[in-house]
C-alpha cells in the first residue's frame, strides 16, 4: 500500500491568503499617541457595554498608542475604576447596563473628581445633549463611528484640556 505524500506546513501555509487586510493607525505625535505630554501616566477609560464595540476601541486605540483603563460596562463600574485610576478622560456610552446611565456617570465623575468625557453615542439628541450639558463633555462622537474619527475627537479634546489647563 503507497502512503500518500505530504506537503510540507509552510508551504501550505504560504498558499493561504487572508480574506481581510487590516487597517493600520499611525499616531502623528509618535509612538504616544500624540497625548503623554497632556495627560501624563493617565490613561483613557472607555465605558461601552457592547463587547464587541470596546474590542475595537481598545484594538484601534492601543494600535494608535494610547494608555487604557476599562472598558467599563456600566456607571457604577466606570466610576469605581475611575475613582482608583484617575483617567486622563472617559469615553462615554450613554446606554449602558445598569439603573444608570453614561449621562449618570458623566456627570458624576465631572462634579467629583474633575474629569470629563467624550460621548461616543447613538442618542445624542437634542434633550440628552442638554442633560448632559453640566458634564461639560469633550466631543459627541456618534455611532457608529471610525477609529480615526474616534482619535481625532480624542485629541481635540487633549487640545481642549490643554488650552484650559
Known amino acids: 500500500m503507497r502512503q500518500k505524500a505530504l506537503m510540507p506546513e509552510s508551504s501550505l501555509a504560504g ?9 493600520l493607525v499611525f499616531s502623528r505625535e509618535g509612538t504616544s499617541g500624540g497625548w503623554s505630554a497632556l495627560a501624563g501616566d493617565h490613561p483613557i477609560l472607555i465605558v461601552e457595554d457592547d463587547f464587541l ?15 487604557l483603563a476599562g472598558p467599563a460596562t456600566s456607571a457604577d463600574e466606570a466610576i469605581s475604576i475611575a ?11 450613554i446606554r449602558l447596563l445598569g439603573k444608570r446611565d453614561g449621562i449618570d456617570a ?16 447613538a442618542h445624542g439628541d437634542r434633550d440628552v445633549r442638554l442633560r448632559a450639558e453640566p458634564a461639560k463633555p469633550l466631543g459627541w462622537v456618534q455611532k457608529p463611528y471610525s477609529i480615526p474619527t474616534l482619535i481625532e475627537a480624542i ?6 484640556l490643554k488650552k484650559e489647563g
Open 15 to 23: 498558499d493561504i491568503k487572508p480574506s481581510f487586510k487590516p487597517q
Open 53 to 67: 464595540i470596546a474590542l475595537d476601541i481598545e484594538a484601534g486605540l492601543s494600535a494608535a498608542g494610547f494608555s
Open 83 to 93: 475613582l482608583s485610576i484617575k483617567p486622563a478622560l472617559v469615553l462615554m456610552d
Open 106 to 121: 458623566a456627570l458624576e465623575l465631572y462634579r467629583d473628581l474633575g474629569i470629563r468625557c467624550i460621548f461616543t453615542t
Open 155 to 160: 485629541r481635540n479634546a487633549f487640545q481642549e
